[in-house]
């Protein structure tokens, strides 16, 4: 019990100092002054302490700090020596002393962390490709759809005060790309049928008849407003508008297809995230067309439906530590849409579709407008090494497993149109190709609770394994254990049953999880036709709108390139341009990495890259033109 309470407050800490919005060097010195008196505390009495897990989290801050703390003196002293000699003309002193100061500042500069997060790294070979864990299911088994239109987005978005990002989202394209997305997911050239499939396919596997949706039947939608829990003031915002939620537009688009296309009524849809403010950005943009909709939040005051916990602990975590409750709504709910954001994590690494259900739970004691699991975070893979890395439990897998959470979930959206660094949701653009330095603007979709994780870690992984160490929060050690553990109970935690209801029916295989062959073809075994694990999909505006036949699975919306000597081996790279209706056109050339090492906007015809402008390897070839597109695959020997 005691060592609950120790964990309690660190995780309150923790979230205290990230729900403000406070300088990273204030936090550093806070924190370091409290980690070098816990370690000296503890160790000068017996220096065998030295070796426990809490003293060993606590000493890189500590050193962190001392060093700070010294460099700073340093630089004092330096720069007051400099002036003496400079004043006695003493310059080769003078010179000397000043060389010092600079050095001291620079060391005070770099250990001021703008994260104090310390946490060890996964080497980039750790994941292995194509190599299927589990049992895919859908309507196609195993298929993620990615719509990737960079038109949803502003490219020019500075993301400050008057210009942020929620003001350069595109409503026609957010709607477009929905749209397309669930065509292609379910196979239907009509949208009405597109969402009459996944309905059907839901309550087959569900035990419920080869049926669609039925009227009266309700359907609770999860989105992800994290960063509405801070900085707020009512309903209405005041603070953190720099940081990243659901895309307002996209929660209005997922309105209109329930109510436009699948034929639901405004009132059978609860839509939020239960224990967050529902702020008035999307209130005023959805109320006033759906005036109807449950807006759910924990507050329920301006009009929002105020969430109603269950009287009885229904989520039973799976290691015996605790029984929570969770929205009501969800239990009265048939069907459920989990729409997370696409974002790394500094506890969990990455923040997808399962950790969305982070705010599906209510904790003992918490009020339905408060912070609802804070105590869960000693289960995720920065603290792996509490208790002397014993934990490898992932309360991630009840959430997936849970009949009312991912066991009601018909379809996973992840909310790509802008993506977030850290939990903050600190918006940025992206490097990976096709991206290259501009807005991630994708959408994915999927029926399978894991497939879809697997997709967008694989995009996380690729966007973040050039980063600073202390931004590589997706290559973090154990990120990808929830995922092992979720797709197949022979690897499960050693003395873990997965029950979430505790209702002595162990959880299954929950899907399928992979990685894919690389991040230029981004392919999986089902792509390439050597196992039954994810179908990847890839789609854009220019894709055509009946999926029905189409087998068109690479972002190549026109056959306008043609590529040649492949493999190159000397010589030049030849590319000729067949689209003559565009007069201008764009090259641009990355490797696997996705890193860029050619672009070119000319009006030739045909170009010629001469072969010393690459190094042996795979590369991916793009050229645009107007609203075409080709990409294809380059061998360099």
Excluded at 334 to 344: E, G, R, S
Excluded at 470 to 489: C, F, H, I, N, R
């Amino acid at each position: 019990m005691e060592k609950d309470k120790f964990h309690n407050w660190i995780e309150r800490m923790k979230a205290s100092f990230g729900r403000k919005k406070l300088p990273a060097k204030l936090v550093f010195i806070v924190l370091g002054v409290l980690s070098t008196i816990w370690f000296l505390v503890r160790v000068i009495p017996k220096p065998s302490r030295a070796t426990y897990p809490c003293v060993k989290a606590a000493a890189p801050i500590m050193a962190s700090f001392v060093i700070y703390l010294l460099s700073i003196t340093g630089s004092v002293v330096a720069f007051r020596k400099f002036k003496t000699s400079l004043l006695r003309a003493k310059y080769l002193i003078a010179f000397v002393f000043l060389t010092a100061g600079i050095l001291a500042v620079t060391v005070s500069i770099v250990t001021t962390p703008g994260s104090t997060k310390a946490f060890d790294l996964v080497p980039s070979d750790y994941y292995e490709a194509t190599q299927p864990i589990g049992e895919a299911y859908g309507i196609s088994p195993g298929r993620v759809v990615w719509m990737w239109d960079p038109n949803a987005t502003d490219e020019t978005c500075e993301n400050v005060p008057d210009d942020y990002w929620f003001d350069n989202t595109d409503q026609a394209v957010v709607d477009n790309m929905l749209e397309k997305a669930i065509k292609y997911l379910a196979v239907q050239d009509s949208i009405a049928d597109a969402w009459d499939a996944l309905f059907r396919y839901f309550n087959k596997t569900h035990g419920n008849g080869d049926k669609g949706y039925t009227a009266g039947e309700k359907i609770y939608v999860k989105i992800n407003l994290t960063n509405s829990s801070n900085g707020m003031s009512g309903t209405q915002r005041v603070d953190n508008f720099e940081r990243m939620d659901a895309t307002p537009e996209l929660v209005l688009s997922i309105l209109m297809q329930l109510i436009e296309n699948a034929g639901v009524a405004q009132s059978d849809i609860y839509i939020g995230d239960p224990f967050r403010t529902f702020r008035d950005s999307y209130w005023d943009m959805c109320h006033t067309v759906y005036p109807d909709v449950n807006y759910c939040d924990g507050d329920g005051l301006n009009g929002r439906h105020k969430i109603q916990a269950t009287t009885e602990d229904l989520m039973k975590f799976s290691d015996g530590r605790y029984d929570w409750r969770i929205p009501q709504e969800y239990v009265n709910a048939t069907y459920f849409i989990n729409m997370p954001c696409l974002k790394t994590h500094d506890s969990g690494g990455i923040t997808l579709a399962a950790k969305n259900h982070q705010g599906s739970v209510l904790q003992d004691g918490a009020q339905t407008s408060g912070q609802s699991a804070w105590n869960m975070h000693y289960s995720l893979p920065d603290h792996d090494d509490t208790d002397g890395g014993n934990h490898r439990y992932r309360h991630l897998v009840d959430y997936i497993g849970h009949e009312h959470l991912g066991g009601k979930t018909m379809l996973n959206i992840v909310d790509g149109i802008w993506a977030g660094k850290s939990w903050q949701g600190w918006v940025e653009k992206w490097q990976m190709a096709p991206f290259n330095d501009d807005y991630p603007s994708s959408l994915f979709l999927s029926q399978d609770n894991l497939a879809i994780e697997s997709v967008c870690f694989d995009f996380l992984l690729t966007e973040y394994e050039n980063r600073s160490a202390g931004e590589k929060y997706s290559w973090m050690a154990g990120t990808s254990d929830y995922l092992v553990q979720a797709a197949d109970p022979d690897n499960w935690a050693p003395g873990v049953t997965y029950d979430p209801e505790g209702d002595g029916s162990p959880l299954g295989s929950l899907g399928v999880y992979e990685h894919w062959n690389n991040a230029a073809d981004m392919q999986y075994t089902r792509d390439l036709g050597t196992g039954d694990g994810i179908e990847f999909i890839k789609i854009t505006a220019a894709s055509p709108d009946d999926p029905v036949g189409i087998n068109d699975k690479v972002i190549s919306t026109a056959d306008i390139m043609n590529l040649y000597p492949n493999p190159l081996r000397r010589g030049s790279l030849n590319i000729e341009i067949s689209n003559s209706a565009h007069d201008l056109s764009e090259i641009i050339i990355t490797d696997i990495k996705g890193r860029q090492i050619f672009s070119l906007r000319t009006s030739n015809k045909v170009v010629e890259i001469p072969f010393s402008t690459f190094t042996p390897g795979t590369y991916l070839v793009k050229v645009t033109a107007g609203k075409y597109s080709s990409v294809e695959k380059l061998i360099v020997e």
